[in-house]
């Protein structure tokens, strides 16, 4: 059954039409799925009880189940494991920092991007998601944490998947979870986060939407980065570079190039000096640029390990010294299956 929760007012005003009732109960029915973002159709008290029973019969309201949750010693992480109704997995992230509390979204049923480090592409793409499971993921999250009484500051599209591969639903999930007479999140606080689809970054830009591009590099070349990642056979960091050039120049909004720290592979001295230039002909473009550094969470069915801590700083400082924005990633949720994918798959194995 499809979820009511990716219905916007236009289409739940055609709904509530269809069924023969008076148009201003689909502003009713819309407060009470994004405002109050109730669980059940008896919640919604001021909507007719034949109007709640024809919903139910035709629709569901929330389309996730939680099956499990892990959460780090430190309470500053924790894993969301939801069930589909068509049995399949995804995971989603709530992570703790001094400015705010964050999620970390997933957009596909795995992924077939194929990056080589990643427990999501593993058993490649299932199926994407909907707006309503993407958005379904926020609000359990929200009401499994704050239990009315606080909320998530941000949203980062960064867990399964590649919300590039899935552009029309993951903009449509931005669009609802933003909605100034729904859940109303700042559209500068959602970040969407892509191993270089040019033709997404390029759409992005042309969107108006303000929000942050990620872009995961991982690599200081072409070389590297198609050893590791597939995508990059199919397009060359000058491209994804001039598509994240042209975003910046539309849109002002930054982009952040992800950069996990894989020992031997991308993580010496000559990685970080050939890094720096790239970075410096951007800025030279007028494109600030910003590194994160992510020091790997290693997946056991992968061979790539997590660079050494004196590595990991060794490449920041050189990045510093070439007057390039750096930061390290405070490590987050390494014993509760942090990589995306993991508890996915250590779910499927049980």
Same mark, same amino acid.
């Given at each position: 059954?499809?979820?009511?929760?990716?219905?916007?007012?236009?289409?739940?005003?055609?709904?509530?039409?269809?069924?023969?009732?008076?148009?201003?109960?689909?502003?009713?029915?819309?407060?009470?799925?994004?405002?109050?973002?109730?669980?059940?159709?008896?919640?919604?008290?001021?909507?007719?009880?034949?109007?709640?029973?024809?919903?139910?019969?035709?629709?569901?309201?929330?389309?996730?189940?939680?099956?499990?949750?892990?959460?780090?010693?430190?309470?500053?992480?924790?894993?969301?494991?939801?069930?589909?109704?068509?049995?399949?997995?995804?995971?989603?992230?709530?992570?703790?920092?001094?400015?705010?509390?964050?999620?970390?979204?997933?957009?596909?049923?795995?992924?077939?991007?194929?990056?080589?480090?990643?427990?999501?592409?593993?058993?490649?793409?299932?199926?994407?998601?909907?707006?309503?499971?993407?958005?379904?993921?926020?609000?359990?999250?929200?009401?499994?944490?704050?239990?009315?009484?606080?909320?998530?500051?941000?949203?980062?599209?960064?867990?399964?998947?590649?919300?590039?591969?899935?552009?029309?639903?993951?903009?449509?999930?931005?669009?609802?979870?933003?909605?100034?007479?729904?859940?109303?999140?700042?559209?500068?606080?959602?970040?969407?986060?892509?191993?270089? +689809?040019? #033709?997404?970054?390029?759409? !992005?830009?042309?969107? $108006?939407? %303000?929000?942050?591009?990620? =872009?995961?590099?991982?690599?200081?070349?072409?070389?590297?980065?198609?050893?590791?990642?597939?995508?990059?056979?199919?397009?060359?960091?000058?491209?994804?570079?001039?598509?994240?050039?042209?975003?910046?120049?539309?849109?002002?909004?930054?982009?952040?190039?992800?950069?996990?720290?894989?020992?031997?592979?991308?993580?010496?001295?000559?990685?970080?000096?050939? +890094?720096? #230039?790239?970075?410096?002909? !951007?800025?030279?473009? $007028?494109? %600030?640029?910003?590194?994160? =550094?992510?020091?790997?969470?290693?997946?056991?069915?992968?061979?790539?390990?997590?660079?050494?801590?004196?590595?990991?700083?060794?490449?920041?400082?050189?990045?510093?010294?070439?007057?390039?924005?750096?930061?390290?990633?405070?490590?987050?949720?390494?014993?509760?299956?942090?990589?995306?994918?993991?508890?996915?798959?250590?779910?499927?194995?049980?």
């Amino acid at each position: 059954m499809n979820s009511l929760r990716e219905y916007d007012q236009q289409s739940l005003s055609d709904l509530i039409e269809s069924m023969g009732e008076k148009p201003f109960r689909a502003k009713q029915l819309y407060e009470w799925l994004h405002i109050k973002r109730v669980w059940e159709f008896d919640q919604m008290t001021n909507l007719p009880a034949g109007l709640r029973d024809k919903l139910a019969d035709e629709f569901v309201l929330d389309p996730l189940k939680v099956l499990r949750k892990q959460e780090a010693a430190d309470h500053s992480t924790a894993k969301y494991l939801f069930g589909l109704q068509d049995g399949e997995t995804v995971e989603s992230v709530w992570m703790s920092y001094k400015h705010g509390d964050s999620v970390c979204v997933s957009s596909q049923v795995g992924c077939r991007m194929g990056c080589s480090f990643c427990a999501s592409t593993i058993d490649g793409l299932v199926r994407n998601l909907t707006p309503a499971e993407m958005l379904s993921q926020v609000y359990d999250i929200e009401r499994e944490c704050y239990q009315g009484e606080g909320h998530i500051n941000s949203i980062i599209i960064m867990g399964m998947g590649e919300p590039f591969d899935n552009y029309d639903n993951v903009m449509e999930f931005i669009r609802l979870l933003t909605d100034e007479k729904g859940r109303n999140l700042s559209a500068r606080h959602v970040t969407i986060s892509t191993c270089g +689809l040019t #033709d997404g970054i390029l759409r !992005l830009a042309d969107e $108006g939407l %303000p929000i942050t591009l990620a =872009l995961s590099l991982h690599a200081p070349n072409d070389e590297i980065r198609r050893r590791i990642m597939p995508i990059a056979k199919a397009h060359s960091m000058d491209e994804i570079f001039d598509a994240c050039l042209t975003f910046f120049k539309k849109t002002g909004r930054r982009v952040t190039f992800e950069y996990s720290m894989i020992k031997g592979v991308n993580d010496s001295e000559d990685n970080a000096k050939e +890094l720096s #230039d790239r970075c410096k002909k !951007l800025q030279k473009l $007028g494109m %600030p640029t910003h590194i994160n =550094l992510i020091p790997l969470n290693a997946v056991k069915e992968r061979e790539h390990k997590r660079s050494a801590d004196k590595d990991i700083r060794t490449f920041q400082k050189i990045l510093e010294k070439n007057r390039i924005n750096v930061t390290i990633r405070r490590e987050m949720g390494g014993e509760i299956d942090a990589a995306c994918g993991q508890l996915s798959r250590n779910h499927k194995k049980t």
